[in-house]
């Protein structure tokens, strides 16, 4: 089994920044993709960023939100500056993981942290 933990969630003013993480914990296993999305109250979950072999991003963060990874900790992150109150969601890890005994990758959910830009 894998889990993913994610930090960093909080209460910030527009214009702000935050940094979300987020760690893989497990035995023998390796990554493939790793991502962030995020859920606004009464809206369906959306993809915000991805780091794959590269990074993509979706149009309403991209060139604020930045996504890294640091394979040697399993880890993940998520630079989010000039925060707007639009930005306020769940923000959820996902990790596409794969093990020498399984035949495809197995997709892993964290907890989710909560992120509320507001003056």
């Known amino acids: 089994q894998v889990q993913l933990v994610e930090s960093g969630g909080g209460l910030v003013q527009p214009g702000g920044s935050l940094r979300l993480s987020c760690v893989a914990s497990?035995?023998?296993?390796?990554?493939?993709?790793m991502y962030w999305y995020r859920q606004a109250p009464g809206k369906q979950r959306e993809l915000v960023a991805a780091v794959t072999s590269g990074t993509s991003y979706s149009d309403s963060v991209k060139g604020r939100f930045t996504i890294s990874r640091d394979n040697a900790k399993n880890s993940v992150y998520l630079q989010m500056n000039s925060l707007k109150p639009e930005d306020t969601a769940v923000y959820y890890c996902?990790?596409?993981?794969?093990?020498?005994?399984?035949?495809?990758?197995?997709?892993?959910w964290g907890q989710g942290t909560q992120v509320t830009v507001s003056s």
């Open positions: 996902n990790a596409h993981v794969t093990k020498s005994t399984w035949l495809t990758a197995r997709a892993y």
């Open positions: 497990g035995s023998d296993f390796s990554i493939n993709a």
